[in-house]
């Protein structure tokens, strides 16, 4: 990979996570997302936290290992972003399964419908990736696997989110 090759990627992952925060911002201020949570749900979302930090910590500590035992994999920045991926995913269904990933003032409609288009996008970038034939570089998994992973894991979170809807409903007509 060149230099040009590497400024150019530079520059489209900070435009990316511009882009980002600028709709986080955007959400935030037409009320979409309102982290408004009450006790209970602090409670849990702490607990939420600390599984996901710990499951980080894990994961890094795997991933480190798996470098010193097959040797380089994956590149730096996709390693690291994996393990991210795995720490949110323990984090979102702790608070998915706590009743305590969606605030009060959200409406989960809304939100699960901008994680249907997230996965959407995502995986249909990382297929257009897997397709160039992108996605391993010299027997090294590149960072074009990022899109896949965030569309599977915000799929995941979303299924698990659902099934814990239709379950909780259940319960609840049961009752």
């Known amino acids: 990979m060149g230099a040009e090759e590497r400024i150019g990627i530079a520059v489209g992952l900070t435009v990316g ?3 980002g925060l600028l709709v986080l911002a955007a959400l935030f201020r037409k009320k979409i997302l309102d982290f408004t949570f009450d006790e209970r749900q602090e409670r ?3 607990v939420a936290f600390k599984y996901g930090f ?3 910590m894990g994961s890094v500590f795997v991933y480190g290992a798996s470098e ?3 040797g380089r994999w994956c590149d730096a920045l996709t390693g690291g ?3 991210i991926a795995v720490g949110t995913v323990v984090f979102a269904i ?3 399964l706590k009743d305590a990933y969606l605030g009060l003032r959200e409406r989960p409609r809304l939100v699960m419908t901008m994680f249907v288009l997230l996965s959407l996008v995502n995986l249909g970038l990382g297929a257009v990736q ?3 034939g992108n996605l391993v570089e ?3 998994l590149t960072f074009r696997v990022i899109n896949l992973v965030v569309g599977a894991i915000t799929l995941v979170i979303l299924i698990i989110y659902i099934v814990n809807f239709l379950l909780y409903r259940r319960e609840e007509e049961a009752e």
Do not use: K, Q
Request: a neutral charge.
């Open 94 to 96: 702790t608070c998915i």
């Open 130 to 132: 897997a397709a160039n």
């Open 17 to 19: 996570l511009a882009l």
């Open 68 to 70: 010193l035992a097959v």
């Open 44 to 46: 849990a979302r702490g």
């Open 138 to 140: 010299d027997g090294i």
């Open 81 to 83: 972003c994996l393990c």
């Open 54 to 56: 710990f499951t980080l």
